[in-house]
């Protein structure tokens, strides 16, 4: 059987490393394409040249060519521009969309029938607007952001109980911004609700409260610290994640930015919810129940995604 082919549109930072972790897990035969000439194609061949000490299978090809894509399993998307210090993910909202723009009549063209997974901010509308460009199914479609923020969620948890990190689950709902929901009740210890282990004096109400809060802030404190980009190391692992769910139909329940209609009281808007990813593309919203507060948390994510909805109308009258 031939490889899966998997096409990474953008060959940046997070470009390059998600072409280096598909090679190392021999996910397929890789293509980056990038508008930049010389940059795919020097990602690809160093990371090929890897390939001999590795000991991998995996052709790589960098081009700047749409019609290399053709075929291709899946599409990660991270073609556009990253945060500097000081900016916000918003801030990136009209370079960005014509980057999705592009992006998407090139896998209209190429790719019709590829798992795409976008990772270009902000997110929510970036991967609403990916959609509406390519005119792909929405089960196909989905953003990755929930995975990365409840792995940072995760990981600080993890340090905070001085536990492994694979015996920490969290839920983030929402929007990939300032307005993301971390779901305490619904992360555990060993499938102990955070609440409890509050209750049994793991840590205080104050801290868990902080840890929260640098999740939400877990982007602009990378960008602090690189001031020349944002992170790439793991959102390249949570969209190797996803585009894993999907090659070998594992139906993870993962969070994802994915097409919601219906659920949660939305009429088709792309938001983070729990989702079940396999072969079918995101196969599932999870419609979980808020209480009241999370609700209200939920509702100014929601009401903050469909605000950058409108300013991509706004923008491009053929989104309208
Ligand atoms: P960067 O290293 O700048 O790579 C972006 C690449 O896109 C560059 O190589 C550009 O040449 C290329 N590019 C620009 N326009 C086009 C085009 N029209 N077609 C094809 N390629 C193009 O950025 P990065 O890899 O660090 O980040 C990529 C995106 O991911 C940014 O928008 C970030 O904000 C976003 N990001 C999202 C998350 C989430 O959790 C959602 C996390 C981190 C970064």
Redesign the pocket.
């Known amino acids: 059987m031939a490889r899966p082919k998997i096409a990474l ?7 390059g490393t998600l072409a280096h972790m598909a090679a190392m897990k021999e996910l397929g035969d890789i293509v980056l ?4 000439e010389g ?1 795919p194609e020097g990602k690809a061949l160093d990371i090929a040249e890897s390939g001999p000490s590795e000991g991998f299978d995996a052709s790589l090809k960098g081009t700047q060519d749409y019609a290399d894509i053709a075929g291709a399993d899946v599409c990660i998307v ?6 500097k210090p000081g900016m916000s ?1 918003d801030d ?1 909202l009209g370079i ?1 969309l014509k ?1 999705m723009k ?2 998407g009549e090139g896998i209209k063209a190429h790719a019709p029938n590829a798992f795409v997974i976008c ?3 902000p ?1 929510d509308a970036m991967v609403w607007a990916l959609r509406e460009f390519s005119g792909l199914p929405h089960n196909m479609v989905c953003g ?2 929930g995975v ?1 923020d409840s792995a940072r969620f995760r990981h600080f948890l993890a340090e905070e109980f001085g536990v492994s990190m694979r015996d920490v689950t969290a839920f983030v709902l929402g929007g ?1 911004g300032d307005t993301m929901v971390p779901l305490a009740r619904y992360s555990t210890v060993g499938g102990i609700p955070l609440p409890d282990l509050v209750g049994m004096g793991w840590t205080s109400q104050e801290k868990l409260d902080a840890i929260v809060q640098r999740t939400r802030d877990g ?1 602009a404190e990378i960008v602090g610290l690189l001031k020349t ?4 190391y793991a ?1 390249a692992t949570s969209a190797i994640e996803m585009a894993v769910a999907y090659l070998k139909d594992q139906k993870r329940v993962l969070p994802c930015a994915a097409h919601v209609d219906g659920a949660y009281g939305l009429d088709g808007l792309y938001v983070g919810v729990p989702t079940v990813i396999g072969a079918g593309g995101v196969e599932r919203v999870i419609d979980i129940k808020l209480d009241k507060d999370e609700q209200a948390m939920f509702d100014k994510s929601v009401s903050a995604v469909k605000g950058l909805v409108k300013a991509c109308k706004e923008i491009d009258g053929a989104l309208a």
């Open positions: 549109i953008g060959a940046g930072m997070i470009g394409f990038d508008i930049a940059i991270t073609a556009g521009v990253p945060r993910r990136l960005n980057v592009a992006v990772i270009t901010n997110l990755m952001a990365l990939h982007g980009g944002s992170a790439y959102p």
